[in-house]
DNA sequence: AACTCTCGCAACCGCCCCTCG
DNA sequence: TCGAGGGGCGGTTGCGAGAGT
């Protein structure tokens, strides 16, 4: 007696999402907001899985997202933050908000873990195999101190504006969601009429997010996400992670977790000793495992 | 020009955790 | 307190595009 299936096996589409699936679930969503996943499918007719439309959502139709052309910081921040988190993609992305963690997930297996292969094999070929304890540690240290400002950069730029983007500084990041978001949706239209024989998979007009990226367009009513009461308020939801734990702790209601409230601390040093304590023998536990 | 290989990425699968009745 | 169900997450797969031969 295995679990019972997500959602019935028969009947429901599998593979690319077609434009027109795409706009029926943008539109509930922005109707009725994210969650209750469960009811997406029987409310919009649409023959989908509820996973498959979450998934749909989160890695693709959110707003704000930001797909590809990932910056050399954004390497090196996910380089370190996965050194210190592991394979823990959701959390790694809530320190990017307006990446995926399916997309950093992508990134990482197909891009960086081959560029940290070739320095670790040329190293592993040019000195010893296994160095000391107190080596490696010292090695992870320098490592930690490389994430930590790493990430101070990261959140310092993020005051200015989510990770390094190239709009208004004098946007907020919720408008700049908006904004970001209202271009990818407004570019729907644009890549339905795709001709058919350039589209991806079985459907017959699906554009690829390259084809959705390289097309330019206005904003169109579909987009208008700020001005909704619906939960969502798309903008709002895509950064939150990270600027609702700041905003939760200078009002002083949650407080950081470790890592964060170590990052926040003075460049000076004025770390606890305990506190980094505890993070390098997770990072160490990490490593091992 | 045709074929094969490799790469990149969207989407699926299945496990785990959390919430709610 | 416990079980069922929904959602979240990480690993994996499938397929189209582009490069190489």
Request: hydrophobic share 35%.
């Amino acid at each position: 007696m295995g679990r019972p299936p997500c959602c019935d096996k028969e009947g429901v589409k599998k593979g690319p999402w077609t434009p027109e699936e795409d706009l029926i679930l943008v539109s509930y969503v922005q109707d009725h907001g994210p969650g209750n996943w469960r009811a997406v499918p029987a409310n919009t007719g649409l023959m989908r899985c509820s996973k498959s439309c979450r998934l749909r959502w989160t890695n693709y139709l959110r707003p704000g997202i930001r797909r590809g052309g990932f910056s050399d910081k954004e390497d090196k921040l996910i380089v370190h933050l996965q050194a210190l988190l592991g394979n823990r993609w959701a959390a790694i992305a809530s320190y990017l908000p307006d990446r995926t963690d399916n997309d950093i997930k992508n990134y990482w297996n197909t891009h960086l873990k081959k560029k940290l292969l070739v320095p670790q094999q040329q190293q592993q070929r040019a000195s010893p195999p296994t160095p000391s304890k107190g080596q490696w540690e010292l090695t992870l240290q320098t490592d930690i101190d490389l994430a930590r400002r790493a990430l101070r950069e990261a959140l310092s730029v993020d005051a200015a504006g989510p990770t390094g983007r190239t709009t208004s500084p004098a946007l907020s990041a919720d408008e700049q969601a908006v904004q970001a978001y209202a271009r990818n949706v407004s570019r729907m239209p644009d890549a339905w009429s795709v001709p058919a024989g350039k589209s991806r998979g079985g459907s017959p007009a699906t554009p690829t997010p390259r084809a959705a990226e390289s097309a330019s367009g206005s904003t169109s009513d579909l987009t208008e996400c700020s001005g909704s009461s619906a939960p969502t308020n798309c903008a709002a939801r895509v950064a939150e992670p990270l600027f609702r734990r700041e905003a939760d702790a200078a009002a002083g209601d949650v407080p950081l977790s470790a890592i964060e409230s170590w990052l926040l601390e003075d460049e000076g040093g004025e770390h606890q000793p305990a506190q980094e304590g505890l993070l390098l023998d997770t990072a160490l536990h990490n490593f091992a495992l």
